[in-house]
């Protein structure tokens, strides 16, 4: 069978991708709920869309999964992060940005060094757009007039 050949970490992978773009659709739709109570329509609009994003990465993965021949089994749902300013919420999502970016680099990572290219695209098709979209966060960020920095090891704090 297919799946046979799918090593367990590839999978562990997979779940833990599942898990934080949940999580991610849970925090973005909390945010736009917020930013709208806020009487900010346009961050609201914008926040929205980010969650349409982060449910078609949730269900690239869930379909991904199926392929494999394994059940969707993302478990950790983490709570929304919530703040009391536009720029803190923002805050929040540059850090669930840059842990879904550095799973998504590791899980390419140990694919190519396992040999399997099919999965190994899979991941760094979404590495590339998480990498994308970490960069869209700080932009917002500098926009609002708040700068990065970058730790040595390039993850980006704030
Ligand atoms: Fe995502
Ligand atoms: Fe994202």
Same mark, same amino acid.
């Given at each position: 069978? %297919?799946?046979? %050949?799918?090593?367990?970490?590839?999978?562990?992978?997979?779940?833990?991708?599942? *898990?934080?773009?949940?999580?991610?659709?849970?925090?973005?739709?909390?945010?736009? *709920?917020?930013?709208?109570?806020?009487?900010?329509?346009?961050?609201?609009?914008?926040?929205?869309?980010?969650?349409?994003?982060?449910?078609?990465?949730?269900? %690239?993965?869930?379909?991904?999964?199926?392929?494999?021949?394994?059940?969707?089994?993302?478990?950790?749902?983490?709570?929304?992060?919530?703040?009391?300013?536009?720029?803190?919420?923002? %805050?929040?999502?540059?850090?669930?940005?840059?842990?879904?970016?550095?799973?998504?680099?590791?899980?390419?990572?140990?694919?190519?060094?396992?040999?399997?290219?099919?999965?190994?695209?899979?991941?760094?098709?979404?590495?590339?757009?998480? *990498?994308?979209?970490?960069?869209?966060?700080?932009?917002?960020?500098? *926009?609002?007039?708040?700068?990065?920095?970058?730790?040595?090891?390039?993850?980006?704090?704030?």
């Amino acid at each position: 069978m %297919r799946h046979a %050949r799918i090593h367990p970490r590839t999978l562990g992978y997979l779940g833990r991708a599942l *898990s934080l773009e949940l999580s991610a659709v849970q925090q973005y739709m909390t945010q736009a *709920s917020l930013a709208e109570a806020w009487g900010l329509p346009e961050a609201a609009v914008r926040l929205r869309e980010e969650t349409v994003e982060e449910m078609q990465h949730a269900e %690239r993965i869930i379909q991904r999964m199926l392929v494999l021949g394994v059940a969707p089994n993302g478990s950790h749902l983490r709570p929304a992060g919530v703040a009391r300013n536009l720029v803190d919420l923002l %805050r929040q999502d540059a850090v669930l940005e840059a842990e879904i970016v550095a799973l998504y680099r590791e899980a390419v990572i140990f694919c190519r060094r396992i040999g399997d290219r099919e999965n190994g695209d899979f991941f760094e098709a979404l590495l590339n757009e998480e *990498s994308a979209h970490a960069r869209e966060i700080e932009d917002w960020l500098a *926009s609002l007039g708040i700068r990065r920095y970058r730790e040595p090891d390039e993850r980006a704090y704030f």
